[in-house]
């Protein structure tokens, strides 16, 4: 199937194929990025001791929307590295921004979480 024949796709056929996009997505990050992973097993303890802590329903939603906002800034690096290593797999000073961006953006995200907690449980 060409991409414009995906594009095509109209109403409950388009989001079936959707989500199995997203499945295939996060198969893939869990196959091959060991940090994923890692945040995944964060993930599944932080995220019921949110629950448990928060206080009420918005403190508990910025604690686990902190969270997961981890695991989907991890996501796009991921990508972006991906595509970076498919188009550039010689070593580039661009090449090395962008996946040094990707990593910040992840430590932006970890202390984002860090600060949110902090301000909610402290």
Do not use: Q
Not at 46 to 74: D, F, H, K, Q
Not at 102 to 119: D, M
């Amino acid at each position: 199937m060409t991409a414009a024949e995906y594009k095509g796709k109209k109403g409950l056929r388009r989001l079936w194929n959707a989500l199995g996009y997203s499945r295939d997505g996060l198969g893939a990050a869990w196959s091959n990025e060991a940090a994923f992973r890692e945040e995944v097993l964060l993930a599944a303890v932080a995220i019921p001791l949110a629950l448990y802590l928060g206080g009420n329903g918005v403190e508990r939603a910025l604690l686990v929307g902190s969270i997961l906002l981890i695991l989907i800034v991890e996501i796009l690096n991921s990508a972006v590295e991906a595509v970076v290593d498919k188009a550039s797999p010689e070593k580039h000073e661009l090449a090395k921004r962008a996946k040094d961006m990707g990593s910040a953006a992840v430590l932006l995200s970890l202390l984002n979480a860090a600060v949110i907690w902090a301000c909610v449980l402290v």
